[in-house]
Nanobody, 121 residues
């Protein structure tokens, strides 16, 4: 059964760093683009970053470019999101997703349960 499980969220001060992990179970994920989305209270879920199935191509939302880095370890079936220089506006629940190489939530078939990231000023 395909499943995504996020970890690594927490509370940090502005300027700090966190690394999120998403462990995927199921062989199908090796062929999927993996992505991170986030949703702040009262806001719609928004695209953060994606990495294609081979890890050769990545894309980022403008708001996180230069601060966040996505990567995947195919041997471990895990995708990571390294978040540096965090800002209070990065506060949100972060979701891992698997699907197509697009920036809209509708393009993703599988979702994790989410992990909370809180950045204080």
């Amino acid at each position: 059964q395909e499943q995504l499980v996020e970890s690594g969220g927490g509370s940090v001060q502005a300027g700090g760093s966190l690394r999120l992990s998403c462990a995927a179970s199921g062989r199908a994920f090796r062929t999927y683009t993996m992505a991170w989305f986030r949703q702040a209270p009262g806001k719609e879920r928004e695209f953060v970053s994606a990495v294609n199935y081979s890890g050769a191509f990545t894309r980022y939302a403008d708001s996180v470019k230069g601060r966040f880095t996505i990567s995947r370890d195919s041997a471990k079936n895990t995708v990571y999101l390294q978040m540096n220089s965090l800002k209070p506006e990065d506060t949100a629940v972060y979701y891992c997703a698997a699907g197509d190489y697009v920036e809209v939530a509708g393009g993703y078939d599988y979702w994790g349960q989410g992990t909370q990231v809180t950045v204080s000023s």
